[in-house]
């Protein structure tokens, strides 16, 4: 048995989920054998011709898992939808899906009109399972999976015990959300066969996280870096520095110096814009200065976070192999962007959008901006994220970042620079693998496959291991982890919805700042 997921289209967002997912998966043709001993699992992500339709069937009574959307369910099997405005998914109290997180979608969706899953703002369900002869079938509802393409973005509140909760300017789509329901999905139809799903660990070496310290420094005096600097070093945290040039051309030549961290292009001038033609040349103004006191970027982080489209065709044109934008994306794993007719070469490594700066100004004190990193890590270990924090060297909290460095080096978490991790991620991406259940054993084997890169086997939400390359392993006699489900200790997402003055104005703020610089 070949553990395996089959996918009839390899579409822009099915590529990006499942390359963030990481397993084993080959788009179908006419020639490839679609029996329930090559798959565990097939996804519908096209229109189905007569003769795929045939094989589907066959694939489902034989007693295979289906995974499709609403317009895919209709044609297979005459299912019925209807269309809704979905604010956000709940996931709480839910049978399937509690341990994930909730989100934000935004927008028009077709809803299975038999769904008994997850629910959204007014208590319609979204997610419908079923049987078909011995085969189970999920069905999410349509335009989910395409709602990771969207580059739209909105003024967000992030849960806090603070006076006021945080906001910030990010994807106004909850892209993590849409990968972790994609990812329970393909775990419970392979469960259900009694199979145990495996994908490549997102993490090297098989960890349960890593942190990296990206640091944006506009208009921030040599002073202020050189504080923030020493504090990095004191903890041994690999900073990422993102350098607005513009302001500090007398001693750029300092970031050059600053052994085992890396530098990154944050822009010339903190600004953005919608034409290509002025985004290149800020990059170029940017990179010339630095590579002329000795520094070669690779990475780049946009001013305001934000992003479009031709801001990514410059960080092509200019050769950067990562960016860092949270108005695309935020706590979630890196991914290629859709740039309308292909992928980006550009990796996106996203980031936590909320900086001690942003919680002094929701007038967090010292202890509230601690409790509300350890909510965060919190959260970002139980759900396998990376710990990815940001913040300003002009008015950081110093004694905040300080418990947050020593907290991370206690808890054994790697401290990377983000240029090393988009390399391992590359290196994860060019793993080629193979994996088979014979008789209860299984086998796992790769020619091209890096040590650093592991394979996790889950049997059930809270059964798993993690294991590395050219691996037999006899599932029954196996030490399996047992963890405990994850719960999701979050307040309610409609206490994160609600919109309150201390949003408007910082939008107000916000926009006064960008038009003025």
């Not at 919608?274 to 990179?287: A, F, P, Q, V």
Request: charged letters at 25%; glycine letters at 6%.
């Amino acid at each position: 048995m070949r553990l395996s997921v089959g996918i009839t289209h390899l579409s822009p967002a099915w590529k990006i989920l499942l390359e963030q997912i990481a397993p084993l998966c080959e788009e179908l043709t006419s020639a490839t054998d679609w029996s329930t001993e090559n798959y565990g699992c097939i996804i519908v992500s096209s229109t189905i011709s007569g003769a795929a339709k045939e094989k589907l069937m066959h694939f489902l009574i034989d007693g295979g898992s289906l995974l499709l959307e609403t317009e895919g369910a209709e044609q297979m099997l005459g299912t019925k939808s209807k269309p809704a405005f979905v604010d956000y998914i709940d996931t709480t109290d839910d049978p399937l899906f509690s341990s994930l997180a909730s989100g934000f979608i935004g927008q028009k969706m077709n809803l299975p009109s038999k769904a008994t899953q997850l629910k959204e703002r007014h208590g319609r369900h979204l997610i419908e399972e079923t049987a078909v002869g011995k085969g189970k079938v999920i069905i999410l509802p349509g335009g989910l999976i395409n709602s990771v393409l969207s580059w739209g973005r909105v003024r967000r509140n992030f849960p806090s015990h603070g006076p006021w909760m945080p906001s910030e300017r990010v994807a106004k789509v909850s892209k993590r959300t849409v990968r972790d329901i994609v990812h329970r999905s393909l775990q419970e139809l392979f469960w259900r066969r009694d199979l145990p799903f495996v994908s490549l660990s997102p993490f090297p070496n098989g960890e349960n996280s890593v942190f990296n310290f990206r640091v944006d420094t506009d208009f921030a005096s040599q002073e202020a870096v050189e504080t923030l600097y020493k504090l990095c070093n004191k903890h041994d945290v690999p900073a990422t520095w993102f350098v607005e040039t513009g302001s500090c051309q007398e001693w750029v030549d300092r970031y050059g110096k600053m052994e085992g961290h890396e530098i990154g292009l944050h822009c010339f001038k903190h600004r953005i814009s919608n034409d290509y033609t002025k985004n290149e040349l800020d990059m170029r103004k940017g990179t010339s200065i630095l590579r002329k006191n000795g520094i070669t970027p690779r990475g780049y982080a946009a001013p305001f976070g934000e992003w479009n489209r031709a801001l990514a065709k410059a960080l092509e044109h200019r050769g950067f192999e990562y960016s860092s934008e949270f108005a695309l994306n935020y706590d979630d794993l890196p991914f290629y962007p859709f740039l309308g007719e292909r992928s980006s070469f550009v990796l996106q490594v996203p980031v936590h959008p909320i900086s001690t700066s942003t919680l002094r100004n929701a007038r967090h004190s010292t202890e509230e901006m601690k409790d509300y990193f350890e909510t965060n890590m919190e959260d970002h270990l139980a759900n396998r994220l990376p710990l990815f924090i940001y913040d300003h060297p002009a008015n950081p909290d110093h004694e905040a970042l300080d418990w947050l460095f020593q907290t991370v080096k206690e808890r054994k978490i790697s401290a990377l620079t983000m240029g090393q991790y988009a390399d391992w991620w590359k290196v994860r991406a060019g793993t080629h693998w193979s994996a088979q259940l014979k008789g209860g054993l299984l086998q796992l084997s790769s020619s091209d496959w890096d040590d650093s890169v592991k394979v996790e086997v889950s049997q059930s939400s809270n059964r798993n291991m993690m294991v590395g390359k050219n691996t037999d392993l006899k599932l029954t006699e196996t030490a399996w982890l047992t963890t405990q489900p994850k719960t999701n200790r979050q307040p309610h997402i409609s206490v994160l919805h609600r919109l309150n003055r201390k949003m408007i104005f910082n939008d107000i703020l916000h926009t006064y700042w960008k038009y003025k610089l």
